[in-house]
Every structure is written in C-alpha cells, then in structure tokens.
T-cell receptor
Framework: AQSVTQPDIHITVSEGASLELRCNYS??????LFWYVQSPGQGLQLLLK??????LVQGIKGFEAEFKRSQSSFNLRKPSVHWSDAAEYFC?????????????FGGGTRLMVKP | DTGVSQNPRHKITKRGQNVTFRCDPI?????LYWYRQTLGQGPEFLTY????????KSRLLSDRFSAERPKGSFSTLEIQRTEQGDSAMYLC?????????????FGQGTRLTVV
C-alpha cells in the first residue's frame, strides 16, 4: 500500500529565510510525486510534480523539490520565504493504475511566517 | 473560470438529513475524483470516475454515500442520513487523458457541517 509521511506538523520561519519541508513516501513502483498548497478554507493548488527525468523539479512561486529514490524522499524547498507563503502544504504520491491517478496524501505541514 | 467548480461552498445540515454536492470538472477532463478532508488531515480518496463509469470506491465510502456522473460531465455526491462524523471538506478533482491524467486539478471544496 502506498503512504506518505510529512514528519513536521508545524514549521515557523522568518520572512526571507530558507525553507525545507520534508516528505517521505512508500510506493511499490515508480511514483508520481506532487506538492500541493492549501490556504485556509480553500482547495488545493498544485505547486510542482515529478513524473520522471531530472530529479530536481521547479514549480510555481519559486518552489523546487528534489526526488531522492534512495531515501524515498521528495522534499520541498524555497530559498527565501515570503509572508504570503503561509499556508498548509501537502505531499502526495500516485501513479497510473486502474484507479486513474488516485492520490495518497500526507498529513500536511502548516507553515507560519514571522515578519 | 475554467477550473473545477464545486457547489455549494458551505452546507450546514441537521443530523439525519440528506445532502447532495455538485462538482463541475474542467470541460475536457474525463477523469473525476472525490476526496474527503477532515480538520488537520490530508485529503483521503473516496471514489473515481472515468467518463460516466465509477471505477473505484474507497472503503471510506459507506452505504450512505453515493456518487454519480451522468453523461460523463458533472458529478454529484450524496450523503444520506448524515452523521456528525461526516463533517468535513469534500473535494472534487479532475484530470485529462493519457499522461496528463496524473495531474489532478482540485476545486475549492464543499465544507459540510452536521449539527
């Protein structure tokens, strides 16, 4: 069975500081990996995705993530955080199978940004 | 707006009542997913449609839940005899054919409160 672990429930960083959100996954085949962001009371917005190829992927809003197969990780990074980045971040794993691309999500990491 | 649209955005209902939510996917997307998100958790998969066919249902989808997608366009999710444990955000997502099917676009969700 596939699963996703986000070890950090809450993270607080100062505006302008760098950010890394951790994600570990378990999946029986080559995974498709995603990071989504959710503002309070809103749906999910896709930040970036990894299907294959270059293990460092660039996304929107200055985010990037690195796929490390040996560590089963897909950590999200941003070199300089803005106050507007405060939100909940979800890592997800999926793959093409009978159930289309059913996603399994981690529990999320809530990011708070200090001025 | 060409994104995924969900209605209503909020629903408050008394325990035991039936409720129905609607999802309008992106028009060219043939795959549609329903997820449920409880407070402080990541979304959990409920069910998946390819065109009008419901191809997979999670065991989270009890007998009180039913989903339809007539004509492969919009979808409805009905909950009968609601219980307080049904209180959650219900998210709809859609994706296209082929490799694009791996990328799901989410609506803003319907927040259900059962009192």
């Amino acid at each position: 069975a596939q699963s996703v672990t986000q070890p950090d429930i809450h993270i607080t960083v100062s505006e302008g500081a760098s950010l890394e959100l951790r994600c570990n996954y378990s999946y029986g085949a080559t995974p498709y990996l995603f990071w989504y962001v959710q503002s309070p009371g809103q749906g999910l917005q896709l930040l970036l995705k990894y299907f294959s190829g270059d293990t460092l992927v660039q996304g929107i809003k200055g985010f990037e993530a690195e796929f490390k197969r040996s560590q089963s990780s897909f950590n999200l990074r941003k070199p300089s955080v803005h106050w507007s980045d405060a939100a909940e971040y979800f890592c997800a794993v999926g793959g093409l199978r009978r159930a289309g691309n059913m996603l399994t999500f981690g529990g999320g990491t809530r990011l708070m940004v200090k001025p | 707006d060409t994104g995924v649209s969900q209605n209503p955005r909020h629903k408050i209902t008394k325990r035991g009542q039936n409720v129905t939510f609607r999802c309008d996917p992106i028009s060219e997307h043939n795959r549609l997913y329903w997820y449920r998100q409880t407070l402080g958790q990541g979304p959990e998969f409920l069910t998946y449609f390819q065109n009008e066919a419901q191809l997979e249902k999670s065991r989270l989808l009890s007998d009180r839940f039913s989903a339809e997608r007539p004509k492969g366009s919009f979808s409805t999710l009905e909950i009968q005899r609601t219980e307080q444990g049904d209180s959650a955000m219900y998210l709809c997502a859609s994706s296209s054919r082929g490799r694009g099917s791996a990328e799901a676009f989410f609506g803003q969700g319907t927040r259900l409160t059962v009192v």
